[in-house]
């Protein structure tokens, strides 16, 4: 589980971040990653993971499944994000039926092709 301190719950950041953010897409997954200006928060902030798993995706059993496996597998990356970074993972439909080896090469390609944008 995320600490309580990486858990992004303002809706308002989920938007900043889905907007403004770098995106990258895979078949089950699209993360938006958004570095945002250190000097606007009041203090540093972690970085923080939330999560987008529609109706779409199943049912609640499988919705909260989804989730459960895509924030153990966040939380491997959490440290190695900037600080003050929000990434946002959105679940397509297909994640569904994925198995954790392949939610886990996604959200990696995913994290990289984004990291690589937010550095140039």
């Keep these: 589980m995320l600490p309580a301190a990486h858990r992004l719950t303002d809706g308002a950041t989920f938007r ?17 990653l958004w570095v945002g200006d250190a000097s606007s928060d009041a203090g540093v902030r972690p970085a923080r993971v939330g999560f987008v798993v529609s109706k ?17 597998l966040a939380r491997e990356h959490v440290s190695t994000l900037p600080g003050s970074a929000v990434l946002v993972v959105r679940a397509l439909p297909p994640a569904a039926t994925a198995g954790w080896a392949e939610l ?17």
Excluded: F, M, Y
Excluded at 62 to 69: A, E, I
Excluded at 104 to 120: H, P
């Design 16 to 32: 900043e971040a889905i907007r403004s953010g770098r995106r990258a897409g895979c078949r089950t997954l699209v993360v938006h």
């Design 56 to 72: 779409a995706v199943g049912n609640a059993v499988v919705r909260n499944q989804v989730k459960r496996r895509l924030r153990h």
């Design 104 to 120: 886990g090469a996604d959200l990696e390609r995913c994290l990289q092709r984004t990291r690589a944008e937010v550095t140039r």
